[in-house]
């Protein structure tokens, strides 16, 4: 598989350890990113006009991309506010303190009700069905908010969507690609998630637990680098608004009727679980149902709580779920739109630059360097780690995985082994890619935990690359 790489290549890798070295030093990385799009764009166009005009189009294209997390996150946060102004979302989340009843139960409980969630439904609308109901409870025995999303992203994008192996979307692509059969990549992937997960779940936590024994650790909200403070949607009171709203005062209801949205919205829910098990709901579809249930909830709770003025306390509220999901995606779409580029988008928005045989250029890349190393098993686990992450990161975690499956069986020295390289390489590109280290896809669960992306990303980077290491010599073992 030979792949010829151009200067836009070689840019886009440079501006790459650019953003990563301003983001190690806790720096906004936003200039960097447009001028990285604006130099992709100079270089593919040839013109400054069609560079210039990169940037805004884009901007677009990132939006369009993460327009439905954006959608989801605010319809949640909308619906969020009325159960805590109308005191539902107390009643709702008082039995669950007899269970969580301590940080450690909370973080522990939080990631494995995440895992079993994602594994049927993907991680999306697990997290906002979790972290809506959950995440209240968690802070309240001591969890910090940073603590429950890094749980729902090692525990949900992280050990479910790597191995995914009730939907098996994963599997497949990569079992395809490298021309094997697909319960062959499952088996062989069943012992690298579970070292990977173990290692990296149990380093986060005891370096969570660590810093909440010094007092270091993050007990609200940690603020966007350069952005206003974001309060956790699932914590806000009349007295922790976000920036620029206006103080409303906690609508009064009837105790009766609070018990029974308390029992009535679960069932809600709970019911949405079911449809989406029996009509085969997954991703989008089953994010869609979430959504348009807290929607529903929404309207009714308002109608309920506000009567005559119900219709326009609903747009209110709606109006506050689009404010607090468009200040948290704001400062994540320039940096988006610049790693969108290393895959499709770049195709799309500056009209083919790419030679014809190339897979994107993050996929070239990868391709590039398993050429630069000799073929054998060893090498071929270490390159297969790396070739995984790189080909994550535009944030997708799925974009590259049936190239990485296709470099596999270039390494494969046997039938042995090609499912053990297959199946690491796809663990490394999701768990980098999926929602575990790039920020704009740890987003879900860091706007449902009120936290920055930013800090969420940072705060996974050692765990999560300390379990590929291992993980990386338990397949070479395996092999």
């Not at 969108?340 to 014809?356: K, Q, V, W």
């Amino acid at each position: 598989m030979n792949i010829q790489l151009v200067p836009l290549h070689y840019v886009y890798l440079a501006f790459i350890i650019l953003i990563v070295a301003v983001m190690v030093r806790r720096r906004d990385t936003t200039i960097v990113c447009i001028t990285g799009i604006m130099t992709i764009g100079l270089l593919a166009t040839e013109t400054l006009s069609g560079s210039v005009a990169g940037i805004f189009s884009s901007f677009i294209y990132a939006t369009k991309e993460l327009l439905s997390t954006i959608f989801i996150i605010s319809i949640i946060v909308a619906m969020s506010r009325v159960l805590i102004r109308t005191g539902i979302n107390e009643v709702m989340v008082s039995p669950l303190t007899r269970f969580i009843h301590s940080p450690q139960v909370a973080y522990w409980g939080i990631g494995l009700i995440m895992m079993v969630v994602s594994l049927f439904f993907w991680p999306s609308p697990a997290v906002a069905l979790i972290g809506a109901v959950l995440l209240p409870v968690a802070v309240r025995v001591g969890l910090p908010p940073i603590g429950a999303a890094i749980a729902m992203n090692l525990f949900g994008h992280g050990i479910a969507l790597s191995g995914d192996y009730i939907i098996q979307g994963a599997p497949k692509l990569t079992a395809d690609a490298a021309g094997i059969p697909v319960t062959s990549v499952m088996t062989a992937s069943i012992p690298l998630v579970i070292v990977m997960g173990a290692v990296s779940t149990f380093t986060a936590f005891w370096m969570l637990r660590k810093e909440m024994k010094s007092g270091s650790a993050v007990h609200l909200h940690v603020p966007v680098p350069g952005q206003a403070t974001i309060t956790p949607p699932a914590l806000v009171t009349d007295s922790a608004l976000l920036p620029g709203e206006v103080e409303v005062q906690r609508q009064s209801m009837p105790r009766r009727l609070q018990e029974a949205f308390a029992l009535i919205i679960p069932l809600l829910f709970a019911v949405d679980v079911i449809l989406m098990f029996v009509l085969k709901l997954q991703g989008g579809d089953a994010t869609a149902l979430i959504g348009g249930t807290a929607v529903l909830i929404l309207i009714i709770v308002s109608l309920a709580a506000h009567r005559h003025t119900g219709p326009e306390e609903t747009t209110s509220y709606l109006i506050e779920g689009f404010q607090f999901g468009f200040k948290v995606f704001g400062p994540v779409i320039p940096i988006a739109a610049f790693f969108y580029l290393g895959d499709a988008a770049i195709t799309e928005l500056f009209n083919h630059p790419l030679p014809n045989e190339s897979h994107g250029i993050v996929n070239d890349l990868g391709v590039a360097l398993a050429g630069l190393v000799p073929l054998n098993d060893t090498v071929g686990a270490i390159t297969m780690t790396v070739t995984g992450a790189i080909t994550g990161m535009d944030g997708s975690g799925f974009s590259g995985i049936s190239l990485v499956g296709s470099i596999a069986s270039m390494f494969a020295g046997s039938a042995d082994s090609a499912p053990v390289l297959t199946a690491l390489g796809q663990v490394a590109a999701i768990w980098v890619g999926g929602g575990t280290l790039i920020p704009w896809a740890l987003i879900p669960a860091a706007a449902i935990c009120g936290v920055s992306p930013f800090e969420l990303a940072r705060r996974n980077l050692k765990p999560v690359l300390l379990g590929l290491t291992v993980t990386t010599i338990v397949a070479i073992f395996l092999i």
